[in-house]
């Protein structure tokens, strides 16, 4: 489980003061970039040997709302986990209210875009990943 | 079914020029702003009422990549209906190609974000568009 | 002096429902797409011909606010022009209501961001469009 | 002078894999927020107590551009400051590479856009940031 911290700033909110719903899936975008650098494959090297994982699939349920200036932990774990695609879970919580789940399947594709194998280094740091605790993000 | 057209920005697009995955939910609003509007109940008079209409689910699914410059048709369509909640289906083609299909499910809620019934001409016109026709949109 | 619409967005519009400030000019973006496409010199076509325009100053003057849902004539004219670089100025209007000023300085280059001329024909299309009428937006 | 570092995601890149021009200005809003914080004096704070701070006016000059996962110090500093009235200047650098200069002039108002006199503690605050050096951002 990797947890990363997020402000809410005024440019994610709208009017309500109420974080716009496709905001959040920018927020995530953080998150997962910083969740690859820790496992040691950040996904800008990833991309300069050739290989992208574009989100084929996401889902998004809103619970509560988060509010301008809340500070937010998104946490992310591997859902699910193939040599050629995988899903990552998220949970947004300001303290310990859940506010927002959301999950995002990515496809492991060359620059032009055809399908392909993750490298294995990669593939055996998500794996760590997925042992040892159940999910509780729901799959897309 | 209510179709709009969407011009493809610089602003949407990210390395690769494909479109950056949250911001088919930034158009989605605005196709769903001028669905509601077409339907003689624009959101913004709602809104003006006390009611609006938070996304409370969604979901996206890329089957190929709009570009740079793309003239998207965005077409929605009513897939579920409720007093209090309903669920738009929304495919985004170019030209012939289905390049992405998407959900949202809204809750009618007051300002202060509780829920409320939508309005009765409302729920009459939104009825009008889920009669005839069987969803193709996959919903929340 | 081209003119073209657009309309507010929920995604547009921050706390206290006025138009975030860097939304501007991602709206400016839409009008000088549309600009250029009517004049005979789709940005995209230039593209393809190893020509971009990226933005090397801006600057925004915010007389009034944008709200939810208004409909914004923005007028976009050429304020000074060269063969590598050139300036548009803009104004964004609520009916009468001067709401923005804003202008933008483009510099043409290669793929590479190399600084490069712009075609001729180009150059003239744009030398058209600022004979005739004193600008009355401020340059950069 | 109060410095900020921000990473450079996806969301924030377009074709060629340089930063949107208007991304800029979203990323000045975090380092602003930060700034009045450190300073004692939190923006949320503040609009809490009804006083917001919208930008009238600002400007962006883009000297090379920023890349994917790129690592920006951001720096800002206090330029002008009157009772109602304050402008920022920003410099967004890569290691000792200077990307981007920009500024933002400010207005102190109500919640209903009123322009109102900023709190003391604030302006005294804001004062001693703009002591003892000489700005090197342009003014707008």
Redo the contacts between chains.
Sequence with gaps: MFKHQI?I???D??????V????Y??LL??VR??FFRTLGH???QL?EQGI?F?????????HA?AR??DLLDIETSVTNLGRVQFTLGYEVKRGDVLLVTAS?RHAATT?E?RPTKMPTGLFEALKKETEGHAPSCPS?
Tied chains: 1, 2, 3, 4.
């Design positions: 402000r700033a005024y440019r909110v709208t009017v309500g003061n109420h716009y719903y496709a905001r899936l920018d975008e953080i970039n910083e950040p996904l800008l991309q992208i574009p989100v084929v699939e996401c889902s998004l349920r809103c709302a301008y200036d995002t620059m875009e897309v």
